[in-house]
């Protein structure tokens, strides 16, 4: 059945497979110390114009959230997410196993506003009972969110803004950010991202790979012992080539961006078709997640013949559906979805 | 250059690595709810002939020990150990990180004695003051042991009795299971190892795959809500699909035994070769690693020839060193190693 | 300076000081297993109309907290509390320090509603996404709340009704439960609330001792192990005997509600004072602290006068004051107000 | 019953009961700020001969071990201990809770050597694994040690000279200081001691006070945010009073050093009569704690006339008994005891 339900259903990219296939038989080193590690970590640290990056290579979003955070903040030390970012709500308390309470901001459209942030950061040290409080000690976001939406270029800056003034790192969440670079209404590119940030992770699961994220400290302002840090997340793979040899092939030649691209040029024709047909939006989004409102009839109608994504309960008749494209979507996929609305 | 580094220096084998490109295009379900990960589940149950237990695929072994011990200890418990256990000394502190001491008793070329266990398990109880210490809570064994070394199923029967007697569960690691299975000199077959614990895991990382471990409560015995105790350990693949093709393609026409075998095989071979030069050995054990003890000069030449793995320091004069065949060694491998030697 | 501060600004109260004094000399054994503690049980088992409780005696607000949310959430678990409960803002994250997420629903004047308790549970349960969340594994109240208010025996009796119907126990801090039990718009006796939760604690520090919480499972519904558990929070004494002592002197002839009818009786004054003198309310409890406006000049100056707690910006030229009575509380004090004001 | 039972039987001592009366309807501020708190940091600042200490008033020794040490160490680090370190066997896992391992050197009568410290960290980096180990974060020794002897000066200096070259904290458990510092067999001070760690602290539960230590940051080199960090675990008295009137007493003239005096006095009688009815000693130490062997028989005999501490079995028929002094023991405890001898 055609899928739109999310951007991992399929496996690898054809370029990340070739290249497992091609060095399978390489006998390599193990836990990350492999020339394929050091190769992608190489690549990745000129494809961010920083090349005093520290680079680690995880395996998933969730352990890539717990182990970054866990790495920097203090132990009294919790992080501000919007109310809908992944820390704060699906990560089955992932944060607090670490120690750390996840302190929220609205979220609009699944994004933070730095005002908000700011807000936050002056009510507490505004506060005389703040040391019996959880201390602001991160900012996390996004890119692209939840909801698929953006941060533009000024928005980010003034995220940054306070929290170089507050003194505070701030992560990005890159699980999707293919998606967002590969987006035509995205003004700011992967160099420019290294530079508002303290550290993001270049997601590679949601965008071609079988597994892996890779963090980034722009800088080299990695805290000190991430080897242990990850150990002791159970996160560090005997076979690193795993990791190393994908994000190698990703960052080869454009790979990462290009099969970003698809999903966005799928993503413009299925906001065109859905416009056409009269679809009820529900967010409408510049990168690869288009969320609808359907009539439950309509919605059980439809998910026979492609396979969706239930989101949300709208109103007693009506519910929110998440149609995703990726790198693999493909114009077929398209027309069948066409035939089927 | 030829490898006896260890068994983890290759990708997958191939009928791992060929599932993995023949299912890519395959559309599936995330986060492990797909029909290849169901059917890696059935299979194993199979081959365990346990067909109630309770199957979860996670990706590495610090990570598997670290999820199996949380879900099986009350927080104020801690797992008994050998010394040389790997949840003891080479975890980064991992089982720390979720709250729980290692304690332990002797290894004996790797192995926990049955009657070691007991010793500990009575002493706490008969201490007046055992409620100010760590509770034994699970025993922890590695079969086969760091060492290479195995127990035999009167040993192991013997280690489960007391485990039941005092009412603990016995974990065991499995990291390098199929070399366990087959080994001539085991006398333990997967279904009776089901029936000799209360949980333990396969290894694919250092048998065939990429990555994977897969854990077996043989009578479905699991602890509720396994999945949120995993994802709350960062372990969950969104592409839970990359455990499940690799451990169908293992235990599909008995692949995972085969490979194991290779390994066996060539570790005899090396073992007579070793034997034949007049090799001083330190541990010669039934599986598919062997250590010797090298003059340091000797060592270096060795290595500049051969990938071989430092061990230990053995005296001023000499190291230890571990070479180790798995299923990828060839013939032609040994060949190699016997004119260097 | 007469101070209406807070309750915890004296020593202990008389009946306490002298029985610390009286059994200064008795030698006793160590770790609360001394017969004052054993007394201070029973007494508190006698007052709960609860002969099969089990009663432990902590030190501390906070710790209690920690320790008993410790014991009765599995680690997959959060807590459900107000937004303005202590657990979910005022305890520097010692929740999330165990592996919990705090889970909020809107405060109402402190309390929780029964049926945003439910909501939340049943929008948990009814996504399907949920075990990539936090369960919510126990609900957590206040009693009074932090702003003085009570809950009826009927909102009482409803939210436990809801947590028995999902099967979550119901926790009731009562760090002040004595000026609420004493208040005369409080329908629920101390043998009523032991049947209306699953575990409370009486508090000590705040109602005339010098420190210490008796935390009560009214039916021995204690998890296993408790020793070792509040050990290793750090919470057990040595001299266990100086919170034995103290909650027997509390619950001999009834001092525990007579000293918090004192607070009561003296903020029922207070309030005739405040509406005599036009006092602006923020919020007028039933119990022992009393919240009004004040223009910032005037804050300022009663506060040379009188020891008063600053609680919360009101508007740019006011703020929120807390006065609060305590057992030590008199008419002068009262006097002395009366002529600041 | 006459009592050689612990230091730990009685309440207070009779400067410290007095101080708590006396002070009692002093109207205070709560957590600790209160003058009385900065009174006795700033004896115990004079006492040590360090002006610029960081000082903090906690309740019990487990939790000082607990809190400090996780200040100390970063996640990745553990602690090393004797293995009869308190941390390491008798603090129901208090450290592990905190997430560290605590590593273990074998204790001589209770004592680290300098050297067997220096040894494991040698072997710790010489291992071209190290990062998938434990790091030693910290060192940890008990002044007096748990079985009752004391470091020399120099071999005190000779362990933090181990850890100054190895740039890790030297922390030093004084739970019982005051029975060494009255000891005549210490020749440490402790100004002296001041300078010989990175943090101690200095017991009052076990040496006069109904609770409380007091830890010492010599050189005010507290990590930040100590304030939280104790909230956090449970560990931040609402009524701060209780532990600063308490030091403010054992702090002034000299009382600290006097009470433990008597204690030694004491126990320098109870040697004398030990060695003059030729009783078995198993350990003579030079401070309050004495251990005998005693045949199974004559210990219950005498243990139905005083109070004794059953410390361990010693061979079929004998076992190990500890007699204890404190600032409370008299000549007629003395006397009964020799009735009973």
């Not at 928005?155 to 969440?173: G, N, S, T, W």
């Not at 597994?211 to 159970?234: D, L, M, T, W, Y």
């Amino acid at each position: 059945m055609v899928t739109f339900e999310n951007d991992y259903s399929f496996g690898a990219c054809p370029e990340v497979l070739a290249a497992l296939v091609d060095t399978n038989m390489e006998a390599m080193i193990g836990y990350g110390e492999d020339p394929h590690c050091a190769r992608a970590k190489e690549l990745i640290r000129q494809a961010c114009a920083a090349p005093d990056a520290d680079v680690f290579l995880l395996t998933g979003g969730t352990q890539t959230n717990q182990v970054v955070l866990d790495m920097l903040l203090a132990p009294y030390e919790g992080v501000v997410a919007a109310a809908t970012g992944h820390v704060a709500c699906h990560e089955a308390g992932a944060i607090e196993f670490g120690g750390h309470k996840v302190l929220t901001v609205p979220g609009h459209e699944g994004k933070m506003h730095a005002d908000e942030l700011e807000q936050l950061i002056d009510l507490f040290y505004a506060d005389d009972n703040h040391e019996h409080m959880v201390f602001p000690g991160a900012a996390y976001i996004s890119f692209p969110t939840e909801l698929g939406t953006l941060y533009s270029r000024d928005e980010l800056a003034a995220i940054y803004e306070v929290c170089q003034k507050h003194e505070i790192p701030l992560f990005v969440d890159g699980a999707r950010l293919g998606y967002a670079l590969a987006s035509p209404e995205c003004d700011i590119t992967l160099p420019q991202l290294a530079q508002l940030c303290d550290v993001f992770y270049i997601g590679g699961t949601k965008v071609g790979a079988l597994c892996g994220e890779a963090v980034v400290f722009p800088s080299g302002n990695a805290p000190a012992h991430p080897i242990p840090r990850i150990k002791q997340h159970g996160a560090l793979l005997a076979k690193g080539r795993l990791l190393g040899v994908q994000f190698e092939a990703l960052f080869t030649d454009g790979t990462y961006v290009r099969i970003a691209r698809n999903a966005i040029d799928m993503a413009g024709r299925l906001r065109a078709l859905l416009h056409e047909r009269g679809a009820r939006w529900f967010l409408e989004s510049p990168t690869n997640q288009q969320f609808i409102i359907l009539e439950k009839g309509e919605y059980e109608r439809l998910g026979k013949q492609i396979c969706l994504s239930f989101w949300d309960t709208y109103d007693e008749d009506h519910v929110v559906v998440r149609l995703a494209t990726s790198w693999a979507t493909t114009q077929e996929d398209l027309d069948v979805l066409a035939a089927a609305l």
